[in-house]
């Protein structure tokens, strides 16, 4: 997957209109985003997340506190990106659950929502509908696509200053490589009854 472009309205720290144009880096194999603390730069990862998958990039964030808390009552928060995968584009809008002051003065409710546009330019409606359809186009769920696509800030921090022990405990939360561990552990159990059963015979054999 490619990123194309990624606009957001009244999300995170944004109260106004954000544009990022990715299309400026073309031929740029790698660039960085950077700012001070605070300055709102997970909340682009968390964007791009949100946008394909309804969730952060991080796991301390919710999808109902997207909106923006300084933006006014009558905005709608929304996140728009567009992006390329095997060589063809497609644009995703979401937005979160949030409230909204209506024409009548009413706070009122406004559920999560989702359109994909594909293509062939036909849409796709609805968070239970593009939900699945962006999990089979992408091929990986978004727990995947946190662990091989964005190393959460924390974590990154935590790997830098970690010993061995447990930077190994991190690589293993962030590729999940649990079901490896369960598996070593248990071949080694079952080494040592098997190195156990040797021994038996071996004095046995001795004895006779």
Same mark, same amino acid.
């Given at each position: 997957?490619?990123?194309?472009?990624?606009?957001?309205?009244?999300?995170?720290?944004?109260?106004?209109?954000?544009?990022?144009d990715?299309?400026?880096?073309?031929?740029?194999?790698?660039?960085?985003?950077t700012?001070?603390?605070?300055?709102?730069?997970?909340?682009?990862?968390?964007?791009?997340?949100?946008?394909l998958?309804?969730?952060?990039?991080?796991d301390?964030?919710?999808?109902?506190?997207?909106?923006?808390?300084y933006?006014?009552?009558?905005?709608?928060?929304?996140?728009?990106f567009?992006f390329l995968?095997?060589?063809?584009?497609?644009?995703?809008?979401r937005?979160?659950?949030q409230t909204?002051?209506?024409?009548?003065?009413n /706070?009122?409710?406004?559920?999560?929502?989702a359109? %994909?546009?594909?293509?062939d =330019?036909?849409?796709?409606t609805?968070? #239970?509908? !593009?939900d699945?359809l962006?999990?089979?186009?992408l091929?990986?769920?978004?727990?995947?696509?946190?662990?091989?696509?964005? /190393?959460?800030?924390?974590?990154?921090?935590?790997? %830098?200053?970690a010993?061995? =022990?447990?930077?190994?405990?991190?690589? #293993?939360? !962030?590729?999940s490589?649990?079901?490896y561990l369960?598996v070593?552990?248990?071949?080694?159990?079952r080494?040592?009854?098997?190195?156990e059963?040797l021994?038996?015979?071996?004095?046995?054999?001795?004895?006779?």
């Amino acid at each position: 997957m490619k990123p194309l472009k990624l606009i957001m309205e009244a999300f995170g720290p944004y109260v106004t209109r954000q544009e990022i144009d990715f299309t400026r880096f073309d031929g740029q194999n790698l660039f960085v985003i950077t700012g001070p603390t605070g300055a709102g730069k997970t909340t682009i990862f968390d964007a791009i997340s949100f946008a394909l998958f309804g969730d952060s990039s991080g796991d301390n964030r919710e999808s109902e506190n997207f909106k923006s808390d300084y933006a006014p009552d009558d905005a709608v928060s929304r996140v728009e990106f567009s992006f390329l995968l095997k060589g063809k584009e497609y644009r995703i809008v979401r937005y979160p659950k949030q409230t909204r002051l209506s024409s009548r003065g009413n /706070l009122r409710v406004l559920n999560s929502d989702a359109e %994909l546009t594909l293509p062939d =330019k036909s849409a796709v409606t609805g968070v #239970r509908n !593009v939900d699945p359809l962006i999990v089979e186009l992408l091929g990986i769920s978004k727990d995947r696509f946190k662990q091989i696509a964005m /190393l959460p800030q924390g974590e990154y921090k935590k790997l %830098l200053y970690a010993n061995s =022990k447990e930077k190994q405990e991190i690589f #293993r939360k !962030v590729f999940s490589t649990q079901d490896y561990l369960h598996v070593t552990e248990a071949l080694q159990a079952r080494t040592k009854k098997m190195e156990e059963e040797l021994a038996e015979q071996q004095k046995n054999i001795q004895l006779h």
